[in-house]
């Protein structure tokens, strides 16, 4: 059995989960609302202020799908109660963020400056010229976007200069050594 899976999912007060046909799940919550359709075979019930989901047989595939549709649902639950943060950190002599509106706008050594534009339900803020918090309820497009800020220019192992998680460590490397 699953040990994920089998889990019960609590549902904290001023939550409300509604499971549509073909397993069409809708949490809604204090920051807003996710949808999310999940594997039809599954059976998800709401059993008082629990979200128990269960498999129909122990083929592979089942087993497979089991902890994942849990983890899924458990991860709409937190983010319409508490949100989803990334933090990231701007290493590098001249290298910086600036926000316009909904546009985040990165200095990172090319010749032009980077532009990226927050994608619907997620929300960048900025801390200083070298801090960018990514913000949101969906954990999948809060990850998706910070992911794609640090692929703008990641860390290299030499300086450490780019863009890096607020927890990430950098292998740092010995540079070239002179003649003797």
Excluded: W
């Excluded at 059993?47 to 269960?54: P, Q, R």
């Excluded at 458990?74 to 590098?92: D, F, R, S």
């Excluded at 927050?118 to 910070?146: C, H, R, T």
């Amino acid at each position: 059995m699953s040990r994920i899976g089998k889990m019960p999912i609590a549902i904290p007060a001023g939550v409300t989960v509604d499971i549509a046909e073909n397993n069409k799940v809708t949490v809604k919550g204090p920051k807003g609302t996710l949808e999310r359709v999940l594997p039809a075979e599954l059976g998800i019930n709401v059993e008082g202020e629990e979200i128990i989901v269960t498999r129909p047989s122990d083929l592979k595939k089942f087993r497979s799908l089991h902890g994942l549709t849990r983890t899924l649902i458990a991860n709409m639950v937190i983010g319409v109660t508490e949100g989803y943060e990334k933090h990231l950190e701007v290493n590098g002599v001249g290298y910086r963020a600036a926000k316009t509106g909904k546009e985040l706008h990165l200095t990172l050594g090319y010749s032009h400056p980077v532009v990226l534009v927050d994608p619907e339900g997620v929300e960048s803020v900025l801390d200083g010229q070298n801090k960018i918090i990514v913000k949101g309820i969906d954990k999948e497009k809060v990850g998706q976007y910070a992911a794609e800020i640090r692929d703008k220019r990641r860390p290299e192992p030499y300086k450490g200069k780019g863009i890096k998680y607020a927890d990430e460590v950098i292998r740092r490397k010995v540079g070239k050594t002179g003649k003797k």
